[in-house]
């Protein structure tokens, strides 16, 4: 066997260990499946197996299944097959709890998805403390389809379990002993021999749920009023948490709610019936492709020049200790990296200090951080205002204050002291590299990192390429980034770059449907409805509506004849209303402090609101499709060279609905033809921001 | 098509629906016996020239399930050749169940019958019947299902009527009601309920709080905001996008009281008329029920009462008096507004606010409840309407013969 193998014992105990051949990791693929069914063959034809242990030789128990190998089958996927890859691994489950012998399953380190499915069905199952454990399928809009949604109801019963299996969310050995996940903690060199011990007394071998007279309250369904109206509840929390785009979490609740009124057989074969409908449709595959396969690629370095030795930064620079500097010295320091953190006076830098030290009191305070650990990491931090202690770093964050001439003079000063070899980063949002790089004696040694706010956890950088900057630049920059844990996405040089260039779309297209007399609750709402986390008008509030409107009339006055966004004719009327947004007081929104925010009473007097709203959908499409159309545009226009970059940008960078795939993704999803018709449609009434371009118009030719 | 005409009508008075009303030691089978033993008894009714019993329960289930009409027919001594059959349509169901019995007889099949409803809320309680439609995951996320309340704010958020504008409402329905009580305007049909030992155990309406002002309705806490916080607010928001926050106004001060109670109506033809012996008091004119939007609910009254018009060639103005139950004030508000009603032609001896709404018996009570203030005010036409759970409504158009 290829990533197991099977002992016996001289009392007849058999041991699985799973053992991925050429991975650090155990995960479920067709070998593993093969392999197990032929352990489970070897093991049914011992007459003197008293039972059975699983345990696993990596750092980890197992980490489910290989998505790799069903996003190959995506293209073809249909319902049935669904089923049936679900039925396979099941079945396999199934047959390992039915062996008439008991099993004890040995969980040291992460048992995931089918990980711990498989730990579920065994009869026992022991945890070493660093054991974590989860069903996190919903995460991928998938759900747990070998067993989960049946076992663990019917384990620790269906409300804790939908908490888990809702959420998607891992618990720690002592919470899952605590649930009833886990049957005990035993130290990990103890835990063969209690298995051992435990199997020898010869336990009854069948499951809780495979015993005569099994019937919780949940398997007579509807016919208990408190039954259903726990339901009812899960239904409408499903639907406000995360509203009607996403139909994993919906049919995770249909595979309790109807799996546990049946045979534990017949409620298999629900669950893997609800996988088969969620992998056919776009979602699941749209989630997994970009949240899961695109960004695994970009964090293994999918867009870095090959032929560049890998280069670990030890002592890094950061230039600026503001909210954006002081989040990059953080995760910095926390990725074991030395920082000198530079501002213009000592207190300014000290202050950023104190921000890492306040996040490390709030780590500490949730039991995330101990206080030693966050001692050793604030002492990687070093704040000074003298530029000179930036001569021994390798690389240089420069997050100051956005402007081309304070800029420009920091590039000085840093370059000034720091070596021939040294890496100078620009965190900037929009201003463009080669203007910048003008200002540097080692244009090749100058690029972007577009960190996005709170550095400390947005997860993704945008790494801004200038025309100068080196292949070696790139490569080294990318290795600095993994050691941070960010995911990186590569764009070429050009004003806005793709994601500020992409998301104005977003708040350009809400300013203008307020513009236009469109009730601003529709339009937040509508947002809200596809998935964005915010509205563009709440957005619009944080990010200031002077900073779009500010970033026209410079591209204006540079570059001259750009014409004026859709949109920007609302800021300008905000702004002269002394509407500038929430740091100023109130934009679109008011900020009481004695309750939430509400959009601003003056909206309706400054706006007209027109007699004839627009059906939901309209306002949904504009939303979508004026940013899908720019991203198509960078596409085009060279900005972005993968469309894995846009997508992943896309959704990680401002909270592209990830049910969509991303910003080009999501062409696909609605189909290229309907898409460019959508498009045309809009473009004929609201404007040609929304006109197709030529290829897409020749795609969806060829599509049709 | 044949006259059907309406002979009758019978109600219990309403209990409280709790464990301390009055009426919650009786089962609701016996709710419905007084009731067909007193239809019978003060028309000198022979029952053998019945061919049904059509009684509308909201929640058919355990104590109120099995037909229980069938069982009540029996149990009242009936003949036993009498048809019975229960049927749901949540609020409408009592209502329903009378359109069900004329429908029979409009066709021929059936020469007399008696419609009506029971509920006994305190005993069997709302939620006991559950069902797909609020809890199978699948069908409650995928129809956005919200409960009656959040649909009631819905209403009163998106047009605009205020906690003021709902409590004024409520506490009228609660002037007229006590004052429809004091002159005894619904003496004709109130048939008190009796205990085991034969003694009266409620003659009146229990739950109506005569003197009820704004101010006392003021101080309520709102009932739904919890609910929107697990979830409905959002799905309220889905569906109506003008949302920006659900203004929960509705308390139970302003909504329907949960309370015990039963009614018949007794209907057929001239030919049974004649064999009875009995006057006709009314005839039915049209009824209809439609669908709407469900997760608002309650807004089919206007719509429904469209239809049976259209049915009846009538205008609203050709009607003189409308009984629509106040399942909440923000949808008898809107409905007043949409249909162009003064006030004062509408629930004008109060409503369910003020009295309750025993759920499948309401809409029996409130034709019965017109029948009578049409005589006693001399009109002629009057409009009965109910909104039903999930978006069904029902609307029954009678005049006084």
């Known amino acids: 066997m290829k990533h197991m193998h099977l002992q016996f014992g001289n009392d007849g105990v058999a041991t699985l260990t799973l053992d991925r051949d050429g991975g650090s990791v155990n995960i479920i693929c067709d070998d593993f499946m093969n392999d197990l069914g032929r352990a489970l063959d070897n093991i049914a034809q011992r007459q003197d197996c008293p039972g059975l242990v699983v345990r696993s030789a990596k750092a980890g128990f197992l980490a489910g299944a290989d998505l790799t190998m069903l996003a190959a089958e995506f293209p073809a996927m249909t319902a049935r097959r669904g089923y049936e890859i679900s039925q396979r691994i099941s079945g396999l489950l199934r047959r390992l709890e039915t062996l008439g012998i008991p099993s004890v399953a040995i969980v040291d380190g992460a048992a995931l998805g089918g990980g711990l499915e498989l730990a579920l069905a065994c009869t026992r199952r022991l945890a070493s403390e660093n054991a974590v454990l989860g069903l996190p399928e919903v995460n991928l809009g998938l759900l747990p389809a070998a067993g989960g949604t049946q076992r663990l109801p019917r384990l620790i019963g269906a409300k804790k379990a939908l908490d888990l299996l809702l959420a998607g969310k891992t618990v720690d050995a002592n919470n899952a002993a605590g649930l009833g996940i886990v049957d005990k903690i035993v130290a990990a060199d103890d835990s063969q021999g209690v298995a051992e011990r435990w199997l020898l007394a010869r336990p009854a071998p069948e499951q809780p749920w495979d015993r005569k007279g099994y019937r919780p309250p949940e398997a007579r369904g509807l016919v208990l009023p408190e039954v259903a109206l726990g339901y009812s509840l899960a239904a409408a929390g499903v639907a406000g948490k995360s509203g009607h785009r996403q139909p994993a979490p919906v049919a995770i609740l249909s595979c309790v709610f109807e799996g546990m009124q049946l045979p534990f057989d017949r409620a298999l074969q629900i669950e893997s019936k609800y996988f088969g409908r969620l992998l056919r449709g776009k979602v699941a595959q749209n989630i997994i492709a970009t949240t899961f396969l695109a960004r695994q690629a970009a964090l293994k370095g999918a867009r870095r020049p090959q032929g560049h030795e890998r280069r670990t930064i030890g002592r890094l620079g950061v230039v600026g200790a503001g909210m954006m500097g002081a989040g990059i010295a953080q995760i910095a320091a926390t990725a074991g990296i030395e920082v000198v953190l530079v501002d213009r006076t000592f207190a300014l830098a000290e202050r950023g200090k104190a921000y890492s030290a306040r996040s490390m009191d709030r780590l500490i305070e949730r039991g995330r951080m101990t206080r030693d650990k966050a001692d050793v990491l604030l002492g990687r931090i070093a704040p000074t205002d003298d530029f000179a202690q930036l001569s021994a770093c390798e690389l240089v964050v420069e997050a100051v204050f956005e402007d081309a001439a304070v800029k420009a003079d920091t590039i000085r000063k840093v370059e000034a002291v720091t070596g021939p070899d040294t890496i100078y980063a620009s965190n900037t949002s929009t201003l463009p590299i080669g203007g910048m790089a003008q200002s540097s004696i080692r244009p090749d040694r100058f690029i972007g990192l577009h960190f996005f706010s709170p550095a400390e956890r947005m997860e993704l950088v945008e790494v801004i390429r200038g025309v100068q900057t080196s292949d070696a630049t790139l490569a080294a920059s990318l290795d600095f980034l993994s050691q941070l844990r960010k995911t990186p996405i590569v764009v070429n040089d050009g004003r806005g770059f793709y994601t500020s260039r992409v998301v104005q779309f977003f708040i350009n297209e809400g300013a203008a449907m307020v513009g236009e007399g469109i009730a601003p609750a529709r339009i937040e709402n509508a947002a809200r409805s596809i998935g964005f986390p915010v509205g563009p008008l709440a957005l619009l509030d944080e990010v200031t509506i002077d900073l779009p409107v500010t970033i026209y009339d410079q591209a204006q006055s540079q570059e001259g004849d750009i014409a004026e966004p859709a949109g920007v004719a609302t800021l300008r009327r905000m702004q002269e209303l002394g509407r500038h947004g929430r740091s100023s007081g109130g934009g679109f929104y008011d900020y009481p402090e004695d309750r939430p925010k509400h959009l601003w009473h003056g909206l309706s007097q400054a706006f007209k609101l027109a007699g004839q709203q627009p059906d939901d959908a309209e306002i949904e499409r504009r939303l979508l499709y004026a940013q899908s159309l720019e991203a198509v545009r960078c596409r085009e226009g060279g900005i972005l060279e993968t469309d894995e970059d846009g997508d992943l940008g896309s959704v990680f960078g401002w909270g592209f609905p990830a049910w969509t795939g991303g910003a080009l993704r999501f062409i696909e999803t609605e189909g290229v033809a309907k898409f460019v018709d959508n498009a045309k449609e809009l473009a004929r009434r609201h404007g040609s921001r929304f006109e197709p371009t030529a290829r897409l118009v020749a795609r969806a030719k060829s599509a049709a | ?401």
């Open chain 2, 1 to 401: 098509m044949q006259d059907i005409l309406i002979f009758d009508h019978a109600r219990t008075p309403r209990g409280k629906g709790r464990p301390d009303g009055a009426l919650h030691e009786i089962p609701a089978v016996q709710l419905m016996i007084q009731q067909l033993e007193a239809i019978r008894d003060r028309n000198s009714l022979d029952t053998a020239l019945l061919d049904e019993v059509a009684i509308g329960i909201a929640q058919p289930v355990a104590e109120q399930g099995g037909v229980l009409p069938r069982a009540a027919v029996i149990g009242a001594g009936y003949d036993r050749s009498v048809a019975a059959i229960q049927l749901n349509r949540f609020c409408a169901s009592g209502l329903d169940a009378i359109n069900l019995v004329a429908g029979q007889i409009g066709a021929g099949m059936a020469k007399a019958g008696i419609g009506g409803g029971v509920e006994s809320m305190s005993r069997v309680a709302f939620g006991t019947d559950t069902g797909a439609w609020t809890s199978d995951p699948r069908i409650a996320f995928g129809g956005y299902f919200a409960p009656q309340g959040i649909g009631a704010d819905i209403i009163a958020t998106i047009d605009g009527y205020s906690r003021a504008d709902v409590d004024a409402y409520a506490a009228e329905s609660q002037r007229r009601a006590a004052r429809a009580w004091d002159e005894g305007r619904f003496a004709k049909s109130v048939v008190p309920v009796c205990d085991l030992l034969d003694e009266i155990i409620l003659a009146h309406d229990e739950a109506i709080r005569p003197g009820t002002t704004r101010e006392d309705l003021a101080r309520l806490k709102p009932a739904f905001a919890g609910l929107a916080d697990a979830g409905y607010g959002r799905i309220a928001q889905e569906r109506y996008r003008q949302i920006e926050a659900l203004e929960h106004v509705h308390t139970g001060g302003n909504s329907s009281g949960i309370v015990d109670g039963a009614a018949t109506v007794l209907l057929g033809n001239a030919e049974f008329g004649a064999r009875a012996g009995l006057k006709p008091r009314a005839r039915i004119r049209s009824w209809a029920s439609i669908g709407s939007e469900p997760t608002i609910m309650l807004t089919a009254p206007a719509d429904v009462g469209c239809k049976a018009l259209a049915i009846a060639g009538m205008e609203v103005t050709d009607i003189d008096l409308f009984e629509l139950n106040e399942a909440f004030a923000s949808m008898v508000l809107r409905f007043m507004n949409v249909m162009n009603v003064d006030h004062d032609r509408i629930n004008v001896n109060g409503g369910a606010i003020a009295m309750g709404h025993p759920l499948g018996a309401t809409g029996a009570m409130i034709l019965g409840t017109a029948l009578d203030e049409l005589e006693r005010s001399g009109k002629s036409t009057a409009m009965v309407l109910l909104c039903a759970a999930n978006g069904l409504g029902s609307a029954t158009i009678i005049e006084r013969i």
